[in-house]
């Protein structure tokens, strides 16, 4: 013991010189607490730690126990030992209400700056700071004092929570969430503020926002739901794709999603939320809540707490049905576009062989002249070839692979022959009505297009009437003002093809879209969305326009306008005799086909040329070389085997003799179409099948153009061509 003060006499009843030297447990511990009471000390001493303050028994020099509350400071003493300094107050009624004021107060000042929010308390007349806590020194960097000698402003408005921009000493903003309270402090009435700096929350909060926006901004289906199986979120794209507003879904069970009578619905967004294929990607094809049938690209993916445990499910799902649509329609295309290379294909040889068997009979005509009843037989097959040649061409037109051939066509004689084969195509069950007025209908066109063209419209029409109905084809002269007809076009007369069906129609939508290439309300597979797209382009090409008019269950109407042209030049007869012109030059012929090339051989020879026929390029070559300078014309099939095409062949012919004729043949129109593309002078080319008397001519002006003119006349019978029917009316 180093001090004893009076008060301690009084308490505890020991003089200052019996306790000075002495030790504090032998003095005023009960012997019961000593060895804990030494050990506490020693173990707070040794770990630095402050000694607790705490209401203490402890014992007089007369042996009686007296109540204090005792504090305790520990200090280094001049030579550095350790001191305790304790200060023993006697706990009398009073003493323990004192206490435990003062208790409170401490307890509340260590409150005051252990809270890590700014806190003020100001006074409410002078507005002057009267207490400032560790963490508003802290946010505002200054000293307590310097804080405690300034003024507040006064308060405007309401005192409750409102955010403020406060700036620290350096001018760095931060944005504070601000209430106060009405206090008494130091027996003064005053204000508690906390001021609470909400800049991180206010940030986290606004990104948030901006994330929620975003995700509602996509185009995409996003739904999460949580282990119970609730939806927690439901963005726009959700509304969008399914049908149903997030008010209506957020927080509903994933299986009580639709109202009764909507199970398909129900059934697709079970597939997107169910509790199966976490972590799955695939797609589900079902309805939305108005009954449309949507194809969904759908991922799925499980989330997760911080602890790694299941916390829900969110899906990402996009409306697929247009491209999947597109990749049918490309599909089919493609299909498309192999049947035109086989048409294209079929349509070579085919012609080949039909020219094969016009050079027969041309030239079995020949020799049966003076036989009446054969050569009537031979134009009968004749005209059985022309039919078949036309077929091909409507092939051809089918597959895109031929070019248009305008000419002067009388609508009225070129409807029957297409309406023949609508009987076999529309089916028994639909009633064909076909009518027109009387006399004539000229219009330029090609004819095979415009078989197509109204083929179309007749398909479309046997699509739209199940089970039957009637389909009407009409013609009819029409004089049109400048309000009638398109833009572009001249007021004046044309001709009318309408199209009627008694079907199902078509809604405003569908009719808006009618002639978009793919476009179709057909099932998959059963439709390419290329028939009405067909029809439109095909007018356009005619220099015409098409309009339609549809009622939802009372069918539908096609107009086709196209302009009125003169009628053509009478036709007349020629004499009995044709005269063909032969000559003495050499033609080397090339032709892969062996029964075309014998029979131009045989023909050409007829004529008085000299031939020299071969079946390739390469061995035209090795010909050409054998009668170098004796060669006056090329006859060649465009397309040919062995590496070198009949283009290529007068390529090379030509750079050994510039000035070599040539006619140039093919069954396939579209490399006809190149050829002339790319043609130079002194070159013609012919379409199989080829007629004798025209392929004769063609040769004679290509030689003639060349100056060699040294010809001969073979009368051709004109049977041949007078024999022809008299209902043909393209001319």
């Keep these: 013991m180093i001090f004893w003060n009076r008060a301690c006499v009084v308490l505890y009843g020991y003089e200052a010189e019996e306790a000075l030297g002495r030790r504090l447990e032998d003095l005023i511990i009960p012997p019961a607490m000593r060895d804990g009471v030494v ?30 509350f005792s504090s305790h400071v520990m200090q280094r003493g001049i030579r550095g030992e350790q001191e305790m300094y304790s200060v023993n107050i006697e706990l009398t009624e009073l003493n ?15 409150l005051f700056e252990a809270i890590p929010h700014p806190l003020f308390v100001y006074d409410r007349e002078t507005y002057r700071y009267l207490a400032v806590n560790r963490a508003g020194v802290e946010r505002f960097g200054r000293p307590r004092d310097v804080l405690l000698q300034m003024t507040t ?14 700036r620290n000493r350096s001018g760095v903003p931060t944005l504070m969430e601000v209430s106060s309270h009405p206090v008494v402090w130091a027996e003064r009435s005053a204000r508690l503020v906390m001021a609470q700096d909400i800049t991180a929350r206010r940030t986290a909060e606004r990104r948030l926002i901006e994330q929620a926006r975003l995700l509602d901004q996509t185009t995409e289906a996003i739904v999460a739901v949580d282990v119970q199986g609730r939806i927690t979120f439901w963005n726009r794209g959700a509304e969008r794709l399914f049908g149903y507003p997030a008010g209506e879904m ?35 094809r079902g309805v939305d809540r108005g009954g449309r049938s949507i194809c969904i690209e759908t991922s799925i993916t499980i989330m997760r707490d911080d602890a790694g445990r299941p916390a829900g499910r969110i899906s990402v799902s996009a409306d697929i049905s247009r491209r999947k649509a597109l990749e049918a329609q490309i599909v089919q295309a493609q299909k498309m576009e192999v049947i035109g290379q086989l048409a294209g294909g079929v349509a070579h040889d085919f012609n080949s062989i039909l020219m094969a068997m016009n050079l027969n009979l041309e030239m079995l005509a020949m020799d049966l002249r003076a036989n009446a009843g054969a050569t009537g037989m031979v134009c009968d097959l004749k005209t059985m070839i022309q039919r078949a040649a036309k077929l091909i061409e409507q092939l051809l037109l089918f597959a895109r692979k031929r070019a248009m051939k305008m000419q002067i066509v009388d609508l009225q004689v070129a409807l029957p022959g297409v309406t023949k084969m609508l009987h076999r195509l529309i ?7 076909v009518t027109g007025p009387e006399g004539s209908l000229w219009v330029e066109a090609d004819a095979i297009m415009l078989d197509q063209l109204v083929l179309n ?14 389909l009407t084809i009409e013609t009819a002269l029409r004089e049109l003002g400048a309000a009638d007809v398109r833009a572009g076009a001249a007021p004046g007369d044309y001709a009318c093809i309408s199209v009627s069906d008694t079907g199902c129609g078509m809604a405003p939508e569908v009719l808006a879209r009618a002639f978009e290439p793919f476009f179709t309300t057909k099932e998959v597979g059963k ?6 797209s067909t029809v439109h382009g095909i007018v356009h090409q005619h220099h015409g326009w098409v309009t339609v008019e549809s009622t939802v269950g009372a069918g539908t109407t096609f107009r086709v306008f196209l302009p009125l042209s003169p009628p053509p030049e009478s036709h007349v007869d020629e004499p009995a005799a044709l005269t063909v012109r032969g000559g003495r030059e050499t033609i080397l012929l090339v032709e892969d086909d062996d029964v075309v090339r014998r029979l131009c051989s045989a023909m050409l020879l007829r004529l008085g040329y000299r031939v020299l026929a071969c079946s390739d390029g390469p061995k035209a070559m090795l010909t050409w070389e054998q009668n170098r300078g004796s060669i006056d014309l090329l006859l060649a ?56 008397a025209t392929l004769a001519a063609v040769i004679r002006d290509c030689l003639d153009l060349t100056g060699m003119v040294d010809t001969a006349a073979i009368p051709v019978p004109a049977d041949l061509d007078a024999a022809r029917p008299e209902a043909e009316a393209v001319r």
């Design 250 to 284: 957020t927080g509903r069970q994933r299986d009580d999603l639709l109202p009764a009578g909507q199970m398909e619905g129900a059934v697709l967004l079970a597939q997107v939320l169910g509790p199966g294929d976490d972590d799955w990607r695939g797609e589900i």
């Design 96 to 110: 323990r209400a004192l206490a435990a004021l003062a208790q409170s107060e401490a307890n509340y000042h260590t």
């Design 153 to 166: 402003q006064p308060p405007t408005g309401t005192y409750g929570p409102v955010e403020q921009v406060h």
């Design 527 to 532: 439709g390419t969305g290329l028939g009405l």
């Design 637 to 692: 099939d465009i397309v040919m085997p062995n590496g070198m095409s009949g283009l290529q062949l007068t390529e090379r012919l030509r750079v050994l003799q510039p000035s070599l004729s040539v006619v140039l043949m093919s069954g396939y129109h579209n490399e006809i179409i190149k050829a002339e593309e790319i043609s130079v002078k002194g070159i013609r080319f012919v379409s199989k099948p080829v007629d004798f």
């Design 457 to 470: 419209l007749a398909m479309n029409a046997r699509d739209a009437m199940q089970p039957g109905g009637t």
């Design 39 to 68: 050990a506490a000390v020693r173990a707070w001493v040794d770990a630095g730690t402050a000694i607790p303050a705490d209401e203490l028994v402890l014992q007089r020099k007369n042996g009686e126990p007296v109540s204090v």
């Design 427 to 433: 089916g028994a069950d639909i009633t064909l009505v």
